[in-house]
């Protein structure tokens, strides 16, 4: 039998609850990722009568975080209340007693990560807090381990998904500040008091967080300037747009000449730019390093599920440290048969030549129909010409039939021959 | 002093020079982080007399590379020299004998991968092989913890360079095929056999690899559908921009229904999807987990210091996991100052309302050029308004002067007011 290992959990919102779903629906595979069975031992939460969203057993609940602090069973502390206080008392005691620390606490993180790293340092414990940046997107591992072989020269993020998503509808629709923020607001994007988003602090805890592990360099909070998107208009997008750019909320921490660049402000960047392409919610860390180049992550920054990602992630971890296990992925034995192509499932590009004459179109179309191939969209060119091309994208279909329906289609009199065939990936 | 662990190093070639040099530049930092002093104590190469592109103390080089693997001195091995024969049984015989094993080689990994990971297991010590996929960007391991604590459901990868930038050039210049492998291979991005690139071989090892890691399976290459881009068409590519489409070559390894489709072919895929806007020879890897939602990680996937990162990373893990050390980054003493804002260097979006009236541009542009701001682009529009808007680029400056600038500018009569100003990060 697995040995187990017992998790305190503070705090039960909205990525404490992502973490219990996580854990209920892949737990298996997360035990034997980690080399230990995880157990929820403890949850703190404010009002231990409210209803949740997840089920969670009554008798785990309590409203005293610091009786989850203080049990020694207890051999991790996931910490998502959020806020400096009291989560930087409860951290601190969970590290003081060498219980290792999950949190997602970013703003604990950018005024007092040094001290709390130091302090698990110290206990040989760990501190760990992927969750606290750009949500279910890995940057703080990659930073820490998968470019250590590099002098970072540039952190470029769009750390903020509200005013990401905020910035792209007035970009798309023309729309004022000040609608952009109703309709974030009415999705649940925005807060009622928006002002941590709008006014870049929450990108400013994230970007000192990147910056201090990126460039190994205590950064204060003050230090980073900050400036919001409350002035940006649709005028200064559009003609940004004229120019050839798209306004993005950058949170930048860049090294130049031995001093730091560490800033949080409004930019138009090149259309062309991959951080351009982010859009509505989504955030996206661009880095540069002497040795990788340039490297860009991107996904969800938020969310409940996303961030419940990254910290049962750096839950796993902790586990497999604290026993030095090797659970890790493995190449296992139950495998997954591989379908043939055949089998497969596609929307296809078809491009015929064919005869410029009555009825073409007619006839290609019933032998698609015969052998179960409905048409999505058709291009007919070249009119004068002879042949004439005409393609076709299909619906989605089984492989099978698309090329019983060609090799029908080109036996066709009005066929010269089919030109090419290629599948098209609507929703990657 | 520190504890040294001395390496062995197979290969001297793009990969192999990549990894010296990283290791001259980054040397105290990288064994910092491994917690040990890395040590290169030998190099097999297959002609020890050849000049190399990064100096090597020809003592260190050996023409038999079992002399390398049989060393007892040597603790970890990293092998680049690529193929499957003689590097499966080097790797084999260094993991017997208990090293550890950084590899970079994808043909081997795809082929004999489960074998390999599991006498690591057996023996203990680990193989390592980030830089085996997409080059610099980190994937195994966010895919192998990062990601723990998802079901992934679908890779869908562009991880070969080449071909990505051939696609690119025939999509842009509308040129064939064979004009833009003619161009590939001037810039030596293609071989002058180019078979492995162009009919996606080189894609498919590298999918297999990432869909056993993602899915826990073992996947053969010979199940691997594999169709290369040989017969894309200007035409095609056409006809799919005209459709909302852009074409790529996809590596595909997506969960359905308890089956696994893992392929390798030409797809067309929508213009807004993040994967589109990969251009030229990036690479680029979109991860759908239950939890995380879509991710996307993007950067160089080939090249001697991007794959000499990854390597270099993995080389770094080695080392710390054999000392169990705690290396790792650190908020170190040595500080970075911050610049404060007005120091920092930027190009400016301005926009101003002004009176339109003859003289107001010139007047306007004295005030910036007296304050040392020079002007890159002017756009003036509104005429039969008032007041109409006048906007400015400006080449890169200091935040202090561009200050001084508008505070004068907003002095002038024929300025009305200075509606905003936006930083421009041309080259983020």
Redesign the interface.
């Known amino acids: 039998m697995q040995e187990s290992v017992q998790i305190g959990l503070l705090g039960c919102g909205t990525v404490g609850s992502?973490v219990l779903?996580?854990l209920n629906?892949?737990g298996d595979?997360?035990s034997a990722?980690a080399g230990a069975s995880i157990r929820i031992r403890r949850i703190a939460v404010r009002d231990v009568r409210r209803q949740r969203s997840v089920p969670v057993e009554p008798e785990l609940l309590t409203a005293d975080p610091w009786e989850v602090v203080r049990d020694p069973a207890i051999e991790i502390v996931v910490e998502v209340i959020g806020g400096v206080h009291p989560a930087l008392e409860l951290i601190r005691a969970a590290l003081e007693s060498g219980k290792s620390v999950v949190t997602a606490n970013k703003e604990v993180l950018a005024k007092h990560?040094?001290e709390l790293?130091e302090l698990a340092?110290r206990r040989g414990v760990d501190l760990l807090f992927?969750g606290s940046v750009a949500g279910?997107?890995?940057i703080i591992?990659?930073?820490?381990?998968?470019?250590?072989?590099?002098?970072i020269k540039?952190i470029?993020g769009i750390i903020n998904g509200t005013t990401n998503y905020m910035l792209t509808r007035m970009s798309r629709e023309g729309i004022p500040f000040e609608e952009a923020l109703r309709k974030a607001q009415e999705l649940g994007y925005a807060e009622a008091d928006p002002t941590s988003d709008v006014e870049g602090y929450d990108a400013a805890f994230k970007i000192a967080i990147l910056a201090?592990?990126a460039?190994?360099?205590?950064?204060?909070v003050s230090?980073?300037?900050c400036e919001g998107i409350t002035?940006?208009?649709p005028?200064?997008i559009r003609?940004?747009q004229?120019?050839g750019?798209a306004?993005k909320l950058?949170a930048?921490a860049r090294?130049?000449g031995?001093?730091?660049?560490?800033?949080v402000?409004?930019?138009?960047?090149?259309q062309?730019?991959?951080?351009a392409?982010?859009?509505d919610v989504f955030n996206a860390i661009?880095v540069r390093?002497?040795?990788?180049?340039?490297?860009?992550?991107?996904?969800?920054g938020a969310?409940s599920?996303?961030t419940?990602?990254?910290?049962?992630?750096d839950?796993?971890?902790a586990v497999r440290r604290r026993r030095?296990g090797?659970g890790?992925?493995?190449?296992?034995g139950?495998?997954?048969?591989?379908?043939?192509?055949e089998e497969?499932v596609s929307r296809y590009?078809v491009?015929l030549k064919v005869v410029d004459q009555p009825g073409v179109l007619a006839s290609i179309a019933a032998a698609f129909g015969e052998e179960g191939v409905s048409i999505g969209?058709v291009?007919q060119?070249g009119r004068l010409e002879d042949p004439v091309?005409l393609?076709f994208?299909t619906h989605e279909v089984k492989e099978e039939y698309i090329r019983r329906a060609l090799e029908k289609i080109g036996r066709l009199p009005v066929v010269r021959y089919v030109?090419?065939v290629?599948?098209?990936?609507?929703d990657?």
Chains 1, 2 share one sequence.
């Open positions: 992502g779903s996580i629906a892949n595979r997360i990722r990560g040094p790293l340092a992927e279910g997107i890995p591992k990659p930073l820490r381990e998968s470019l250590a072989a590099n002098r540039a470029v201090a592990l460039f190994e360099t205590p950064v204060q230090d980073v300037y002035r940006i208009t005028e200064d003609y940004g004229e120019l750019y306004v950058l930048i090294e130049d031995g001093r730091l660049d560490v800033r402000h409004p930019a138009f960047i090149p062309s730019h991959p951080l392409a982010v859009q661009y390093g002497d040795a990788v180049g340039e490297l860009m992550f991107y996904g969800r969310g599920l996303p419940g990602s990254a910290v049962v992630a839950l796993i971890d030095s090797n890790h992925f493995r190449v296992s139950e495998a997954l048969a591989v379908r043939p192509i497969t590009y491009s969209s291009i060119k091309d393609v994208v030109s090419n290629i599948r098209v990936e609507a990657v």
